[in-house]
């Protein structure tokens, strides 16, 4: 399955890539998602996401790296807002 996705972070792993298109198994997950994008570092022991960023699916924010996916959808990552 594909899906779309729109990165709006500078991490290191993404950094020059700002929007593409990944190819997953079916069934896959938020987790598998992050590990086929060597993001292990955002995912928690607990199952859910670090709070370094915000990950949304279809426009609508995921709190699991068991959240799982179908063919199509738009996945967005975005970093935190902080300020000083």
């Known amino acids: 399955m594909e ?3 729109e ?3 500078n991490l290191e792993e993404l950094r020059l890539k700002k ?3 990944l190819e997953l198994s079916e069934e896959a ?3 598998e998602l992050l590990s086929e994008l060597d ?3 955002l995912k928690e022991e607990d199952g859910s996401l670090s709070s ?3 990950v949304f699916k279809n426009k ?3 709190r699991s790296v068991d959240e799982k996916l179908s063919e199509g959808d738009k996945i ?4 935190l807002a902080s300020g000083g």
């Not at 967005?76 to 970093?79: E, H, L, N, T, Y």
Request: charged share 25%; hydrophobic share 50%; no cysteine.
């Open 52 to 54: 370094l960023v915000m």
């Open 39 to 41: 993001l292990n570092r």
């Open 19 to 21: 929007r593409f298109e």
């Open 76 to 79: 967005k990552i975005m970093p």
């Open 3 to 5: 899906v779309e996705i």
């Open 7 to 9: 990165n709006s972070t």
């Open 29 to 31: 997950t938020i987790g």
């Open 60 to 62: 609508k924010a995921v």
